[in-house]
């Protein structure tokens, strides 16, 4: 059964905190995203690596930055935390080429307080 | 970037009857994507439609692709409570790197 595994459901954080949000899959893919989502404003993308130790930014990068030291492992960072990043987090892989799909990691509910 | 505009926002029916969802998108497109999420959970791909078909289908679902009105639909038979979830579309940026999802059909189906 293919996974992509997120290290936490919940997560509490005050205002200021380093977070790191890990993500892990196991089917070897290329692709790696991270999204947030927002009620009303749907998922958008954080960054994105389409390989080990590449990394690009997506729609809303700022306050964000990503590791990819492993080809199965895709760290998000946020260095000091506000309450606007109280979100959300999806992490997703797939497949290199536009005719695959993407499959997700459960979630990671991030409130900053 | 381009992105799907679902269409309604929320849809509230019965169990057995038909959901219908709508998706717009902007530029062109050589597949475009439905997923599924529970609340408070990831994404879930349903299935996948090429733009050279026209319509696709798996169990309940029907999905259809109009490229030159740049729509899709998504259909559900016969619901389900257990077909409760919100809908996303998804297609591909314009560098054919990243899904772009729409913001999502939220599905009540009430016994």
């Known amino acids: 059964d293919v996974k992509v595994t997120q290290s936490s459901r919940y997560l509490v954080k005050r205002t200021g905190e380093k977070v790191f949000l890990e993500c892990v899959q196991d089917m070897d893919h290329e692709n790696m995203f991270w999204y947030r989502q927002d009620p009303g404003l749907g998922l958008r993308l954080i960054y994105f690596?389409?390989?080990?130790?590449?990394?690009e930014k997506g729609d809303i990068p700022e306050g964000y930055s990503v590791s990819r030291e492993k080809k199965e492992r895709f760290s998000l960072i946020l260095e000091s935390t506000s309450t606007n990043q109280t979100s959300m987090y999806l992490c997703a892989s797939s497949l290199e080429g536009q005719y695959t799909e993407a499959f997700f990691g459960q979630g990671t509910r991030l409130t900053v307080v | 970037s381009q992105q799907g505009e679902e269409d309604p926002q929320a849809l509230s029916i019965q169990e057995g009857e038909n959901a219908t969802m709508n998706c717009s998108y902007k530029?062109?497109?050589?597949?475009l994507q439905w997923y599924r999420q529970n609340s408070g959970r990831g994404l879930v791909h349903l299935i996948l439609i090429r733009s050279n078909e026209r319509e696709k289908h798996s169990g309940r679902l029907r999905v259809t692709l109009d490229t030159s009105k740049k729509s899709s639909s998504l259909l559900i038979t016969a619901s389900r409570a257990a077909d409760t979830a919100s809908y996303f579309c998804?297609?591909?940026?314009?560098?054919?790197?990243?899904?772009?999802f729409g913001p999502g059909t939220r599905l009540s189906v009430l016994p």
């Open positions: 530029t062109s497109i050589n597949n």
């Open positions: 690596s389409y390989d080990v130790k590449m990394k």
């Open positions: 998804a297609t591909f940026d314009n560098y054919g790197q990243n899904f772009v």
